[in-house]
């Protein structure tokens, strides 16, 4: 009896989630597909109205396929020195992983990277500088 109750029991639990690959970022700024951009005030890390549609955008095409993954990278364009520029880029993809996974997506599918303008051209060369989080929604594996 008791061993039937916890068959019935396990079959009853909820399936558990499948777990999401290990992902990296690299070669992220070349995709151009599902590629979204948070913009930032200058010297800010803060989530700005104007950040909505771009937050939206993104987590409408991550909850169409929970096998996909995002790279947020952060960028700070030149706003101060080189480290207070990474430190920002930083603070900002993590801002923008803290809204998605406030929106229900899981943070194991998010990766906050900062990219500096000393070792990005595209970047360094952004007209106006770039103050963005671009969220990259990576293909299917």
């Known amino acids: 009896m008791i061993r039937a109750l916890a068959a019935l029991l396990l079959m009853a639990a909820p399936a558990a989630a499948q777990p999401v690959a290990a992902f990296n970022c690299v070669g992220a700024e070349r995709i151009e597909d599902d590629v979204f951009a ?3 005030a200058r010297g800010s890390a803060r989530i700005t109205d104007e950040a909505r549609a771009a ?3 993104a987590e409408e095409v991550l909850r ?4 996909r993954v995002a790279c947020l990278l952060g960028h700070a364009g030149q ?3 080189a480290s207070t520029s990474i430190r920002l880029a930083a603070e900002r993809a993590r801002a923008v992983a803290a809204a998605l996974a406030a929106r229900g997506i899981a943070p ?3 990766r906050a990277e900062a990219r500096s ?3 990005s051209p595209r970047v360094r060369a ?3 500088p ?3 989080v671009s969220i990259v929604v990576l293909p299917a594996p």
Request: hydrophobic share 45%; aromatic share 8%.
């Open 55 to 57: 937050l939206a955008a």
């Open 117 to 119: 303008a000393q070792f």
């Open 130 to 132: 770039s103050r963005t």
């Open 79 to 81: 706003e101060g020195g």
């Open 126 to 128: 952004a007209e106006p």
């Open 64 to 67: 169409a396929d929970p096998a």
């Open 108 to 110: 194991e599918r998010l």
């Open 38 to 40: 948070v913009p930032f």
